[in-house]
């Protein structure tokens, strides 16, 4: 079974003399100064882009937008509010509190603003999805780019979409509730980072009334109105065809496979998600630079073996296997001494060119994954490298 999502733009469209002009609103917020974050299907196809201030609107300009993660960056000048605080420093935690600001369902509500609580309800979107948390607190269409914040009122997340409720009614008979989800806190700052944003971060600080942190939210959340406008009475008039360009629309396995590649040999891809964040293109672009090629950035299938040509950049010896099980999938190793690692880091065992992602560590032992090489050719007491 297949559900659906919709995105949490409102949408109003307006057609005379031939032309169709279309109208969306959602909501952003500050993260530095002259500088908002929304969301890119809020911002996608707009003609022009207004935020709407309490003492007026002011025109905004995208410095960057990146469809699959779905943010965007806008630049305005002249607004007098505040700047939210998004929490890098310490990881959001399932059941925690999670409320929503933002300006929804266009003009119909509130014009300064609406503030819902709930909680995180899951660290992972629709169908396992990394990148996104799902949260409890209702959203509605014109919430999309709001904050996600926490009971301190820093930054967890970007509100992104719902699930789809009629959708979600055919497949199986019931309507969802307060399925909700957000982009997380660790896409929202590399993307910000990626785009050299110095951003006010964060970490655990005690909490403080729900009264105060919408009053927080209200001082740097702002609606924001795209306006578009397409030709559609006159037939359009035939185009030479473009010369084709590389495409990004690859298995999200095989962008995973490329990040784990690219990390192993010292290319800093970011968490091996499958995303196509800025992080990873980054890391592609330099890699395709290394093996000469054009740093375009994509990601492709014949991108992914020409990274393994690469030597593996392998650290220094932290441990050894001391057990195998479940076939040639998984073993526990033995640290030499506790070292700083933690749960998803990548080790190598240089001997039969395995590598493995650690998924539990409990005092001086750990259990590795392997997610590259022929697991079958493991031995007890090989020698295991920290990676990354």
């Known amino acids: 079974m297949r559900l659906n999502l919709c995105h949490l733009a409102t949408v109003a469209a307006l057609v005379a003399s031939g032309v169709a002009s279309a109208q969306s ?6 993260v530095a100064p002259g500088l908002l974050v929304t969301n890119h299907h809020v911002v996608d196809n707009c003609g022009a882009i207004d935020v709407i201030a309490s003492d007026g609107r002011r025109p905004a300009a995208i410095v960057d937008s990146v469809e699959i993660i779905d943010l965007a960056l806008l630049r305005v000048y002249g607004l007098r509010g505040g700047i939210a605080s998004i929490r890098a420093e310490t990881p959001v935690l399932l059941g925690e509190q999670a409320t929503v600001f933002g300006f929804p369902l266009g003009g119909a509500l509130s014009s300064t603003g609406n503030f819902t609580t709930g909680v995180v309800s899951s660290l992972r979107g629709l169908n396992d999805s990394a990148g996104q948390i799902q949260i409890t607190a209702p959203v509605q269409p014109g919430n999309s780019g709001g904050p996600v914040l926490d009971r301190s009122g820093g930054v967890i997340g970007v509100v992104e979409s719902k699930l789809d409720a009629l959708q979600t009614v055919k497949a199986t ?8 989800f957000a982009v997380s806190v660790s896409v929202l700052t590399d993307f910000l980072n990626q785009n050299n944003v110095t951003f006010k971060s964060v970490g655990p600080r005690a909490a403080i009334p729900t009264t ?3 009053e927080m939210a209200q001082s740097f959340t702002y609606k924001i109105r795209c306006k578009a406008a397409v030709k559609t009475a006159a037939k359009p008039e035939r185009q030479k065809p473009e010369p084709s360009k590389p495409t990004t629309s690859v298995p999200q396995k095989v962008v995973k496979e490329i990040q784990i590649a690219l990390n192993l040999r010292g290319f800093d891809a970011g968490p091996a998600d499958g995303i196509m964040g800025p992080r990873t293109r980054a890391a592609i672009s330099s890699a395709q630079k290394t093996l000469g090629r054009v740093a375009d950035g994509l990601p492709s299938k014949a991108l992914l073996r020409s990274i393994k040509s690469i030597p593996i950049s392998s ?3 932290i441990g050894r296997i001391t057990a195998l099980f479940k076939g040639d999938k998984r073993f526990v190793f033995e640290f030499f001494d506790v070292p700083n690692a933690r749960v998803g880091d990548l080790v190598f065992i240089d ?11 409990k005092g001086k032992f750990a259990i590795a994954d392997v997610i590259e090489g022929n697991g079958k050719r493991l031995r007890v007491k090989a020698s295991i490298r920290r990676v990354r």
Do not use: E, L
């Not at 008979?173 to 909700?180: F, R």
């Not at 001997?351 to 560590?361: E, P």
């Open 315 to 317: 650290g220094k010896v």
């Open 25 to 30: 609103s959602g909501s952003a917020f500050v």
């Open 212 to 214: 105060q942190i919408a």
């Open 351 to 361: 001997s039969v060119g395995v590598t493995a992602k650690i998924d539990k560590i």
């Open 173 to 180: 008979g019931d309507i969802p509730q307060n399925v909700n």
